[in-house]
């Protein structure tokens, strides 16, 4: 048996735990697997691969980003937009169907979000057998408790803001983090409130401006004349608009970007305190992967290729309950989880003082 295995979409902490469990799996059931490179691009003829097995993977466990490369562009593009699905098109799939069965690959591991999952379905209703694994740092997909990459996120998160907390209190500053989370608030919020922030702004809770300025001016009031702000990329403005970085045409999801100094520039406004911003990026996804996602990009791994021995084509590996299962991918793509305003995680934050910017 030879299987093949591709990471497709933002990378993140934790893929080469993936490859790491497919590869120490396959090799003890006696199987062969093929790495292709830069996504799903590494199927189109004549095949941008690598052949990998136990040596050629010892030690990748610590490293941050992908042996294999990955990309979120390119000819299987299915998502191009907030919730809208194009049709991967069928000579391109056709490719890819020529590419597998030259090199004898009878089964295909897709490690990716929720766009890749949704092209790793469109190849499998065409006859290519496919294994889902559920990539994001943001933590969005509704069928699984937990994904590689969130907890290492976090980690950067709460580094970033134990950073912050003293130039801020120094110079009696109001100092606003944004993060990434482009529908979804967790990283903001658990990042928040490990972090001591004392505002958090989500995509999933409007805000308003004047009730962020009103906890500056609480705080400063008490005499805490520092504030620290944590806002997702993906919180919107008051009219409800998203602040983008770039449009993109033809294709793909806009590129998010600049809530960050949009929050500093209004708190200043409205409360005459000093403001700075502070925008973490790609250092979110960059580094070496914290345990917990080692480990469970490891069991991630495994269990794919248990799927595949099982003859489970079609399904997704999904974490929940502390177990590691499977659901089926159609049954995950396009199902976020989002964080809700009356669940006990923001409750607890509230109850300690954080400010969501709605009341």
């Known amino acids: 048996m030879r299987i093949g295995i591709l990471n497709s979409g933002g990378d993140c902490p934790g893929l080469n735990a993936v490859i790491h469990g497919v590869v120490g799996a396959a090799t003890t059931l006696g199987w062969e697997v093929v790495g292709f490179r830069d996504g799903f691009e590494g199927l189109l003829p ?16 610590k490293l941050g980003g992908t042996i294999l490369g990955t990309t979120n562009k390119g000819h299987f593009v299915a998502k191009i937009g907030e919730g809208d699905v194009a049709e991967v098109p069928k000579e391109i799939v056709e490719k890819a169907k020529t590419t597998l069965k030259h090199l004898e690959v009878g089964a295909l591991i897709v490690v990716g ?9 469109q190849l499998y209703r065409m006859g290519i057998p496919v294994i889902g694994v559920p990539k994001t740092i943001d933590n969005d997909i509704q069928a699984t408790a937990m994904s590689f990459g969130f907890d290492s996120a976090v980690a950067t998160v709460v580094d970033a803001l134990d950073r912050l907390h003293t130039t801020a209190e120094s110079h009696k500053r109001v100092i606003v983090l944004e993060v990434m989370g482009r529908h979804a608030g967790w990283i903001a919020l658990y990042g928040g409130m490990a972090g001591g922030a004392d505002v958090i702004l989500l995509p999933e809770v409007p805000f308003h401006m004047e009730h962020v300025a009103r906890a500056v001016r609480a705080r400063d009031a008490r005499g805490l004349h520092s504030t620290l702000i944590v806002v997702a990329e993906g919180a919107r403005m008051e009219s409800g608009e998203l602040v983008k970085k770039q449009t993109i045409g033809g294709g793909g999801e806009d590129r998010l970007g600049g ?3 949009y929050v500093a520039r209004e708190v200043e406004k409205l409360t005459g305190k000093e403001t700075r911003a502070c925008t973490l990026g790609h ?3 960059g580094g070496a992967p914290s345990a917990l996602d080692r480990i469970l990009g490891v069991r991630f791994g495994t269990k794919a290729v248990h799927l595949i021995e099982e003859g489970k084509f079609g399904r997704m590996v999904s974490y929940q309950q502390y177990q590691v299962g499977d659901v089926s991918i159609e049954e995950a793509v396009n199902q976020l989880r989002l964080v809700t305003r009356d669940s006990e995680i923001v409750r607890a934050a509230r109850s300690v003082g954080i400010c969501f910017g709605d009341s």
């Not at 004549?46 to 466990?61: H, Q």
């Not at 979000?113 to 379905?121: R, V």
């Open 283 to 285: 250092l979110q996804r």
């Open 46 to 61: 004549p095949g941008d691969y690598m052949m990998l097995d136990v040596e050629k993977t010892i030690g990748i466990m």
């Open 259 to 261: 809530i960050g100094d």
């Open 113 to 121: 979000g929720d766009g890749s999952l949704t092209t790793g379905l």
